[in-house]
Nanobody, 114 residues
Framework: QVQLVQSGGGLVRPGGSLGLSCAAS????????MGWYRQAPGKQRELVAS???????NYADSVKGRFSISRDNAKKTVYLQMNSLKPEDTAVYYC????????WGQGTQVTVSS
């Protein structure tokens, strides 16, 4: 049974930083690309960043230079470090893996507000 369990997030002022974690179980973690997505109210879910099993990363243009995705294959965990946060980064953030089927984390609210 595949599970993705997220932690982190919360409320932060503009310009601040937050970190998210996503711990996976039930998969051979190092085999799979992991992704972070977000969905703001009234908007479609969008890719924020992804990282392959070998560590190759990809970022949405809107977060390049501010967000950093990483992974620890031994801990089966993927991370998203978010710096210089803006109000438009406010969304529910999800981790995702495509492992024969698509699996999503439970979602974590990130709110950027003064």
């Amino acid at each position: 049974q595949v599970q993705l369990v997220q932690s982190g997030g919360g409320l932060v002022r503009p310009g601040g930083s937050l970190g998210l974690s996503c711990a996976a179980s039930g998969i051979i973690f190092r085999w799979y690309t992991m992704g972070w997505y977000r969905q703001a109210p009234g908007k479609q879910r969008e890719l924020v960043a992804s990282i392959t099993g070998g560590g190759t990363t990809n970022y949405a243009d809107s977060v390049k230079g501010r967000f950093s995705i990483s992974r620890d294959n031994a801990k089966k965990t993927v991370y998203l470090q978010m710096n210089s946060l803006k109000p438009e980064d406010t969304a529910v953030y999800y981790c995702k893996v495509d492992a024969r089927e698509t699996y999503w984390g439970q979602g974590t609210q990130v709110t950027v507000s003064s």
